[in-house]
């Protein structure tokens, strides 16, 4: 099974992939996870990519599409995949038929998380993330903290805020959402891959959802 999970930041991709992982046992591939071990380790790549992040802008495509080309090799990705947060271009979602057609591979569905804009906001301010790069898990101070205050339920690491989790570049991050990646919904509806579900509700019937589409 290979799912994309598309919606705007902070609309549950990451929450929802880390239930996926249980359930499905593929793996959860986020750009934005790798970009952000690559910034953590100073890499040339990590420290290029920061510049954009922090403005909330994307990172250019060819450096992304060459991280999912890489990601995609490892033999974990055999039985399926869950990609989270890529593609957001449409070229990026071009090459990524290319890469997956050179593997006589494809997409099976691409689950659209629909949530409107403010709400997005509250989400991202309030999230704390686990630090624990194998863990990962997100929280949000009130709409699902952790039993005990910055710390990781999972794995009981410290939790923190990402750097880009602030209002500015929150509202950064969205509009380059509306136009950068919003397209994405038309080029996955043409394809007959789009599953638009409501994004709003709790996280556990949000899964149930995207449960029942996946069968
Ligand atoms: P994304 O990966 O799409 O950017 P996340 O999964 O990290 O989004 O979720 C963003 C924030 O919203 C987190 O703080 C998370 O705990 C919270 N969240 C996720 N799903 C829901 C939901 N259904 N209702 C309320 N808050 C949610
Ligand atoms: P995320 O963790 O998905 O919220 O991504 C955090 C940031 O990483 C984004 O705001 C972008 O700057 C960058 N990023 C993540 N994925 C991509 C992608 N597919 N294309 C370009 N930039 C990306």
Redesign the pocket.
Known sequence: MNLI?L???????????KKLIDKYQIPQI?T?DILRAAVKEGTEMGRKAKEYMDAGKLVPDEVVIGIIRDRLAQPDCRKGFIL??FPRTVPQAEALDKVLAEMNSKIDHVIS?DVDEEELVT??T????CKNPDCGQ???IK??PPKKEGVCDKCGSELYQRDDDNEATVRSRLATYNQATKPLIDYYQAKGLLRPIK?????D??FTQICGILG
Not at 7 to 17: I, M, S, Y
């Open positions: 999970l919606g705007g930041p902070g609309a549950g991709k990451g929450t929802q992939a986020s934005g989270d947060g998380i989400r991202l309030g999230r704390r993330t997100m929280y949000h709409f699902n994004g709003v509700g709790s996280i019937d949000i």
